[in-house]
């Protein structure tokens, strides 16, 4: 696990190395163990370490092959590469260390371009090989591991954070689209940048540079089109033993490793199909004093069963809020998920003690663990409860509502779930993912957020949904694409990274992957129930106390904060005329309205808005502004 940075010429060759240094230093927190530059030709590649696997000098990149004439930058893991390096040493490949990055090497030259689909793990790399004069851009297949490009008639820029990215000399120009985006769903869609000279490389890709061309390729798709032939049993099975597979694969490391458990269903089949294969395995929850937000009593249960040796880490409120500027601090384009916070405490406490720990992230998306998944279940059934609620939907929108108490909650639940029957397929999801919907957009923004391009990017996401469709794959697909690679994935990287701390999900294994995109979709999302499969697949395993529980959930306290501490940097820093005028990007009454709102507690989502705004006008001042 590390940071990438370099650059590639096409004619006109400048000298950026200082540029390159300055952007590994921006890295230092993905690769505080070793930096390193190589200038090979027309190819200049950087790269900050992080040692999990072969800590050894000999395993430093950049890594030059001289038998074959190679070098590689590379970023992730490769979690089969045992197997590979197995198959290449009996076929007469020697090694000289024992890291994965080399088996990347020597698999290219057995294969070719076609090796990168067989890797399994998450990865991004730039790979030259100098005898074809062809330079090899690749990246995972569902974008675990950031990638940024910038390319000009003279050259290719490339790093794995837009913050070292934009250490070279790079127009600073915000994609108005992508402002009107982030403050639609609070983040950026993956297949696009706040910047508009700046692409993400994009996941599931590589792309081959030669003779000054740039070709993309895409090496692998998700399967939701054939649908498996297996009853529910052997799919729970099936589902168990791929997933030990990947748990078992991503144990592999040559420094201390733990999982998070947070006593959800999870992360805890993570931690105990872990722990039948790691002794005194380490596992670490957060907690919190109080008991309505607390739920490591889940995780206790766990750890005891799977015997781990667990951690709790115990915050107070206050401390989420002394670490809310290091999280905007190191957040060097607008991401607004408040949860990130959470993470960003998290991964700095288990850094402590391990440098790889293993989440469950992506089981929400692959399952259906979302309220929106049951809500989008409900609206495609022919209920009367349906018919009712569309003809009485205008009535509903007279009785107040917030997200401040229980009963004011559900009612602005049932308004919007009502609100959303009256859509198609594809409008009610976009909508359902959104913080601020679309119509709104003007009344905040003052600046063109370039409709066109904005219903593009909608248009792009949304186009596997389909119209009265009884199968929910079609929503599981699209999730993985927009809100797994943009929201989750994002946000488990860079707050673990800022931590210097190593990441993997199981759950994204692709072999797992695709095995639930091609189950019915009544095996994720059934009733009610959500996640079907590995809620009544994990039974056997993991303590009865995880099933049928109230979720208690918790979220970030952010009117408490607007409220409290944050009301004057809100009445400074956000309601600073003067500045939001000469800025002109937003409207300024609408961010007055905003504040109100919240501190008047007649909010239902202005608190997630506002935070928005914050967000933004941090990143605009640190990194826009700078």
């Given at each position: 696990m590390c940071g990438i940075a370099g650059w590639i010429d096409f004619k006109n060759p400048n000298d950026y190395t200082q540029n390159l240094e300055n952007a590994l230093l921006k890295l230092h927190l993905r690769g505080p163990d070793h930096t390193a530059i190589l200038h090979q030709n027309i190819v200049h590649l950087g790269h900050a370490r992080l040692s999990i696997i072969d800590v050894s000098d000999v395993a430093h990149q950049p890594m030059f092959n001289y038998e074959h004439n190679l070098c590689i930058v590379f970023n992730g893991e490769i979690f089969n590469f045992l197997?590979?390096?197995?198959?290449?040493i009996n076929e007469g490949y020697k090694f000289q260390n024992q890291s994965d990055t080399e088996v990347i090497l020597q698999l290219y030259q057995k294969e070719?371009?076609?090796?990168?689909?067989?890797?399994?793990?998450?990865?991004?790399?730039?790979?030259?090989?100098?005898?074809?004069k062809k330079v090899f851009i690749v990246r995972d297949r569902y974008g675990i591991k950031p990638l940024y490009i910038h390319q000009n008639e003279n050259s290719?820029?490339?790093?794995?954070?837009?913050k070292a990215l934009m250490e070279f000399p790079i127009p600073k120009n915000i994609q108005n689209a992508a402002v009107g985006l982030f403050f639609n769903l609070n983040y950026l869609p993956p297949n696009i940048s706040i910047y508009e000279d700046v692409q993400p490389f994009p996941y599931a890709h590589y792309a081959v540079i030669e003779n000054q061309n740039i070709q993309f390729h895409k090496y692998y798709e998700i399967k939701p089109q054939k649908i498996l032939s297996l009853d529910y049993e052997q799919a729970q099975k099936d589902l168990?033993?791929?997933?030990?597979?990947?748990?078992?694969?991503?144990?592999?490391?040559?420094?201390?490793?733990?999982?998070?458990?947070?006593?959800?269903?999870?992360?805890?089949?993570i931690a105990t199909l872990a722990a039948k294969h790691q002794k005194h395995l380490k596992t670490f929850s957060i907690g919190f004093e109080n008991p309505l937000y607390d739920e490591t009593y889940y995780a206790k249960l766990v750890?005891?069963?799977?015997?781990?040796?667990?951690?709790?880490?115990?915050?107070?409120?206050?401390?989420?809020?002394?670490?809310?500027?290091?999280?905007?601090?190191?957040?060097?384009?607008?991401?607004?998920?408040?949860?990130?916070i959470n993470f960003y405490i998290l991964s700095k406490y288990t850094q402590q003690q391990v440098t790889v720990a293993l989440s469950g992230d992506g089981a929400d998306e692959l399952f259906g663990g979302y309220t929106k998944h049951v809500g989008e279940y409900q609206a495609r059934q022919n209920h009367l409860a349906n018919q009712i609620l569309k003809v009485i939907q205008p009535v509903l929108n007279f009785i107040p509502s917030n997200r401040n108490s229980k009963l004011g909650r559900k009612i602005w639940q049932i308004q919007k779930y009502a609100k959303g029957l009256k859509d198609s397929s594809a409008e009610r999801y976009w909508k359902w993912c959104s913080v601020l919907e679309e119509n709104v957009l003007p009344k905040l923004l003052a600046l063109d957020y370039n409709k066109t391009h904005f219903n593009q990017i909608k248009n792009f996401y949304t186009q596997n949904i389909q119209e009265k469709s009884i199968s929910m794959n079609d929503v599981f697909l699209t999730d993985l694409q927009l809100v797994l690679s943009g929201d989750m994935l994002v946000k488990g990287d860079r707050m673990s990274m800022a931590n210097s701390l190593e990441v993997r999900v199981p759950f994204l294994d692709y072999r797992v992957v695709d095995f639930v995109n091609q189950l019915p979709s009544?095996?994720?999302?059934?009733?009610?129930m959500r996640k079907r499969i590995l809620q009544d697949a994990s039974k056997k395993i993991l303590p009865s106390e995880l099933y049928n529980r109230p979720k208690q959930g918790f979220e970030v306290p952010l009117k408490d904060w607007f409220c409290g501490p944050m009301k004057s940097y809100l009445e400074k820093e956000i309601l600073n005329l003067d500045f939001v005028q000469e800025q002109g990007i937003f409207h300024y009454e609408k961010l007055k309205e905003l504040c109100h709102m919240v501190w008047e507690g007649k909010n239902t989502k202005e608190d997630w808005t506002l935070w928005s705004v914050v967000v933004f006008q941090h990143w605009y001042k640190k990194y826009y502004q700078a």
């Amino acid at each position: 696990m590390c940071g990438i940075a370099g650059w590639i010429d096409f004619k006109n060759p400048n000298d950026y190395t200082q540029n390159l240094e300055n952007a590994l230093l921006k890295l230092h927190l993905r690769g505080p163990d070793h930096t390193a530059i190589l200038h090979q030709n027309i190819v200049h590649l950087g790269h900050a370490r992080l040692s999990i696997i072969d800590v050894s000098d000999v395993a430093h990149q950049p890594m030059f092959n001289y038998e074959h004439n190679l070098c590689i930058v590379f970023n992730g893991e490769i979690f089969n590469f045992l197997e590979l390096k197995q198959e290449l040493i009996n076929e007469g490949y020697k090694f000289q260390n024992q890291s994965d990055t080399e088996v990347i090497l020597q698999l290219y030259q057995k294969e070719g371009e076609k090796c990168f689909q067989r890797l399994n793990g998450f990865f991004a790399f730039v790979l030259y090989d100098i005898t074809q004069k062809k330079v090899f851009i690749v990246r995972d297949r569902y974008g675990i591991k950031p990638l940024y490009i910038h390319q000009n008639e003279n050259s290719l820029f490339f790093a794995s954070e837009l913050k070292a990215l934009m250490e070279f000399p790079i127009p600073k120009n915000i994609q108005n689209a992508a402002v009107g985006l982030f403050f639609n769903l609070n983040y950026l869609p993956p297949n696009i940048s706040i910047y508009e000279d700046v692409q993400p490389f994009p996941y599931a890709h590589y792309a081959v540079i030669e003779n000054q061309n740039i070709q993309f390729h895409k090496y692998y798709e998700i399967k939701p089109q054939k649908i498996l032939s297996l009853d529910y049993e052997q799919a729970q099975k099936d589902l168990l033993n791929l997933l030990e597979d990947a748990i078992q694969k991503r144990l592999i490391a040559d420094v201390p490793l733990g999982v998070f458990l947070s006593g959800g269903i999870d992360s805890s089949v993570i931690a105990t199909l872990a722990a039948k294969h790691q002794k005194h395995l380490k596992t670490f929850s957060i907690g919190f004093e109080n008991p309505l937000y607390d739920e490591t009593y889940y995780a206790k249960l766990v750890a005891q069963k799977a015997q781990t040796e667990h951690t709790v880490f115990t915050l107070k409120m206050e401390e989420l809020y002394e670490n809310l500027f290091h999280v905007l601090d190191y957040l060097d384009e607008p991401f607004a998920d408040a949860s990130a916070i959470n993470f960003y405490i998290l991964s700095k406490y288990t850094q402590q003690q391990v440098t790889v720990a293993l989440s469950g992230d992506g089981a929400d998306e692959l399952f259906g663990g979302y309220t929106k998944h049951v809500g989008e279940y409900q609206a495609r059934q022919n209920h009367l409860a349906n018919q009712i609620l569309k003809v009485i939907q205008p009535v509903l929108n007279f009785i107040p509502s917030n997200r401040n108490s229980k009963l004011g909650r559900k009612i602005w639940q049932i308004q919007k779930y009502a609100k959303g029957l009256k859509d198609s397929s594809a409008e009610r999801y976009w909508k359902w993912c959104s913080v601020l919907e679309e119509n709104v957009l003007p009344k905040l923004l003052a600046l063109d957020y370039n409709k066109t391009h904005f219903n593009q990017i909608k248009n792009f996401y949304t186009q596997n949904i389909q119209e009265k469709s009884i199968s929910m794959n079609d929503v599981f697909l699209t999730d993985l694409q927009l809100v797994l690679s943009g929201d989750m994935l994002v946000k488990g990287d860079r707050m673990s990274m800022a931590n210097s701390l190593e990441v993997r999900v199981p759950f994204l294994d692709y072999r797992v992957v695709d095995f639930v995109n091609q189950l019915p979709s009544e095996y994720k999302v059934y009733g009610n129930m959500r996640k079907r499969i590995l809620q009544d697949a994990s039974k056997k395993i993991l303590p009865s106390e995880l099933y049928n529980r109230p979720k208690q959930g918790f979220e970030v306290p952010l009117k408490d904060w607007f409220c409290g501490p944050m009301k004057s940097y809100l009445e400074k820093e956000i309601l600073n005329l003067d500045f939001v005028q000469e800025q002109g990007i937003f409207h300024y009454e609408k961010l007055k309205e905003l504040c109100h709102m919240v501190w008047e507690g007649k909010n239902t989502k202005e608190d997630w808005t506002l935070w928005s705004v914050v967000v933004f006008q941090h990143w605009y001042k640190k990194y826009y502004q700078a």
